[in-house]
């Protein structure tokens, strides 16, 4: 099954720098894109960039080397520009988060360029007048341009997000001991265990009434949304905290000089 991401197509025009080059050869492969042309590059040397972006060997063999931007971009449906500000002339200028959705949909039609100018001063009146919609990405005032790798990782980031079913990413990966989201039954459990085991070391004194320590904790709890497993977790801490307590006076009642300690390293 073919991917959109196929049909996406990474133009470099004129890039100086050749680790530059690779800078965007490993963002490119960090979000699933395979095809790039570079258009009369300063320097280009595959064993090097190989060096830099490793295992890229594929993606680098397969690197198109173009005399002129027009053929660059001459089979493409669809060719999305990138500045660091807007121009006086009037352009279809877009965020690239705006932008993404509508090169995976064109990418599903046929060949769409996402093209990067050269790192001195990007992209030329006549380069933008090739494009259909050109990219801003928001940045400080003081610092305003991306280095070029930066920029084309952002722009591969947002069109491999756009390219997943619903626009977001696989779901990140969960504890081997998550077992989903605790009950209210669950929580109040651990409320009362904690509660309890306060009141076990006397916690409770002075301004520290019950009802206004327990919403404290129920806020903080309540806050950090715990799975089963944490929510058991804490209310076996305040279960312990009352166990221990009772061992302890179990032991003052006995006469023994100290309370039975049950952690075997200590």
Do not use: W
């Amino acid at each position: 099954m073919t991917s959109p991401l196929d049909n996406v197509v990474i133009v470099l025009h004129e890039p100086q720098n050749l680790v530059n080059v690779a800078g965007v050869i490993r963002a490119m492969m960090n979000m699933g894109l395979s095809r790039l042309r570079l258009v009369r590059p300063a320097e280009f040397d595959a064993y090097r960039i190989a060096g830099i972006a490793h295992r890229s060997e594929d993606l680098v063999a397969a690197t198109e080397i173009l005399d002129s931007l027009e053929e660059a971009v001459a089979d493409a449906t669809f060719v999305a520009g990138t500045t660091a500000r807007a121009r006086t002339a009037q352009r279809n200028y877009v965020r690239p988060r705006e932008l993404a959705p509508l090169v995976i949909e064109r990418a599903r039609e046929g060949e769409v360029v996402v093209l990067f100018g050269r790192e001195d001063r990007g992209l030329g009146n006549e380069a933008l007048d090739l494009c259909h919609s050109v990219a801003i990405v928001p940045t400080d005032a003081v610092f305003s341009s991306l280095n070029l790798a930066q920029a084309c990782l952002l722009m591969c980031y947002e069109i491999f997000l756009a390219s997943q079913d619903g626009g977001e990413p696989e779901p990140l990966p969960t504890g081997r001991r998550a077992e989903g989201a605790a009950t209210q039954a669950d929580l109040e459990e651990t409320y009362a265990a904690l509660e309890s085991g306060l009141r076990s070391i006397r916690f409770f004194k002075g301004t520290r009434l019950p009802e206004s320590v327990m919403r404290t904790l129920r806020t903080l709890i309540s806050r950090a949304e715990p799975d089963l497993h944490e929510a058991r977790l804490v209310r076996a801490m305040g279960f312990e905290v009352g166990h221990y307590v009772a061992r302890l006076e179990g032991a003052k009642a006995t006469g023994a000089d100290q309370p039975l300690n049950e952690d075997p390293n200590n």
